[in-house]
């Protein structure tokens, strides 16, 4: 049964207020570190993949999809109150990194460094860094080549956050006091292909904190010369939220009390907060034959204070 006879309407948010950002996830309690460091310098054949995929969840996450929104509420016994539930809402962060190189017939040199961390991170920190440089020269008369490619994602997903939780910074007051719900996934890397090369590339991101004040951050760098095929692509789509109405103490359709209840005024039947950004941005760069210069560098920030 109820705790309460009838549902009191405490507070109402009319005002649409505008597009937030991304809340990162924290940590758990233990942590973990990994790094690695590589040198090559072979005639002949040489081959080098890599692969990281991480999911983190600020709730658990073998349950999803979908991600979690409102979660029983539960008396001093633990037994669970009838048609009483409480907003928790869930977010979630995958991240995958994959690198692959295949250099045959030739000279080669490979150094690497890769770092993932699991930790809490602030502004100027990485949960994962890659540092890889690579020459390669194909022996004339046996018909080398070299094959590479790499590529970074990050995929952030949630179903809004209360602000007042989530900023250490008093100033930092969120949309109409949340961080609406928002989907975005950044994709970008690189590729190159050919009988000679001389490259180096750089990647990076931080999804991992404490607070709602550090930003989310992917970028990816690459410079190289050779004589061959080579490509650079950054691919984005951005969804993200507006808080509408906010009610307090309120029962939904169904009749349960929730503890805030949201409502999407344009779209009542359409989620808690409304959509209010779509962002496709899709950029690649290419160029074949002997390649004097090929440079690319692309980031992206992604929070609700960005640096």
């Given at each position: 049964?109820?705790?309460?006879?009838?549902?009191?309407?405490?507070?109402?948010?009319?005002?649409?207020?505008?597009?937030?950002?991304?809340?990162?996830?924290?940590?758990?309690?233990?942590?973990?570190?990994?790094?690695?460091?590589?040198?090559?310098?072979?005639?002949?054949?040489?081959?080098?993949?890599?692969?990281?995929?991480?999911?983190?969840?600020?709730?658990?996450?073998?349950?999803?999809?979908?991600?979690?929104?409102?979660?029983?509420?539960?008396?001093?016994?633990?037994?669970?109150?009838?048609?009483?539930?409480?907003?928790?809402?869930?977010?979630?962060?995958?991240?995958?990194?994959?690198?692959?190189?295949?250099?045959?017939?030739?000279?080669?040199?490979?150094?690497?460094?890769?770092?993932?961390?699991?930790?809490?991170?602030?502004?100027?920190?990485?949960?994962?860094?890659?540092?890889?440089?690579?020459?390669?020269?194909?022996?004339?008369?046996?018909?080398?080549?070299?094959?590479?490619?790499?590529?970074?994602?990050?995929?952030?997903?949630?179903?809004?956050?209360?602000?007042?939780?989530?900023?250490?910074?008093?100033?930092?007051?969120?949309?109409?006091?949340?961080?609406?719900?928002?989907?975005?996934?950044?994709?970008?890397?690189?590729?190159?292909?050919?009988?000679?090369?001389?490259?180096?590339?750089?990647?990076?991101?931080?999804?991992?904190?404490?607070?709602?004040?550090?930003?989310?951050?992917?970028?990816?760098?690459?410079?190289?010369?050779?004589?061959?095929?080579?490509?650079?692509?950054?691919?984005?789509?951005?969804?993200?939220?507006?808080?509408a109405g906010v009610?307090?103490?309120?029962?939904?359709?169904?009749?349960?009390?929730?503890?805030?209840?949201?409502?999407?005024y344009d779209f009542?039947?359409?989620?808690?907060?409304?959509?209010?950004?779509?962002?496709?941005?899709?950029?690649?760069?290419?160029?074949?034959?002997?390649?004097?210069?090929?440079?690319?560098?692309?980031?992206?920030?992604?929070?609700?204070?960005?640096?």
């Open positions: 049964m109820k705790k309460f006879a009838f549902a009191v309407l405490a507070l109402a948010v009319l005002v649409v207020g505008t597009a937030m950002a991304v809340d990162p996830i924290n940590a758990t309690l233990e942590t973990q570190g990994i790094s690695t460091s590589t040198g090559v310098i072979v005639m002949g054949t040489m081959t080098n993949t890599e692969t990281v995929v991480m999911t983190a969840s600020n709730m658990d996450m073998r349950d999803n999809p979908p991600l979690q929104r409102y979660i029983p509420v539960y008396d001093e016994n633990g037994d669970e109150v009838e048609d009483e539930f409480t907003w928790a809402p869930e977010r979630q962060a995958v991240f995958s990194y994959t690198e692959s190189i295949l250099a045959d017939n030739g000279y080669a040199e490979f150094n690497e460094m890769q770092s993932m961390d699991t930790g809490n991170k602030v502004a100027n920190q990485d949960n994962f860094k890659s540092t890889e440089q690579y020459d390669y020269v194909a022996f004339s008369d046996a018909m080398g080549r070299t094959t590479n490619s790499e590529s970074m994602l990050l995929d952030l997903a949630s179903q809004g956050s209360n602000a007042a939780n989530r900023f250490i910074c008093p100033f930092a007051t969120g949309d109409a006091g949340f961080i609406p719900a928002y989907c975005n996934v950044y994709e970008m890397g690189s590729s190159f292909t050919g009988s000679q090369v001389s490259m180096i590339t750089q990647g990076d991101t931080n999804f991992i904190a404490k607070s709602a004040d550090v930003p989310t951050q992917i970028a990816y760098s690459v410079g190289l010369s050779g004589t061959g095929s080579a490509a650079a692509w950054i691919n984005a789509h951005v969804m993200e939220g507006r808080t009610f307090e103490d309120a029962t939904d359709d169904d009749g349960d009390l929730l503890d805030y209840r949201f409502v999407n009542p039947r359409g989620g808690d907060f409304m959509q209010g950004v779509d962002l496709v941005y899709k950029e690649k760069t290419t160029a074949s034959g002997v390649i004097e210069s090929f440079s690319k560098s692309m980031s992206v920030q992604d929070a609700v204070r960005r640096l």
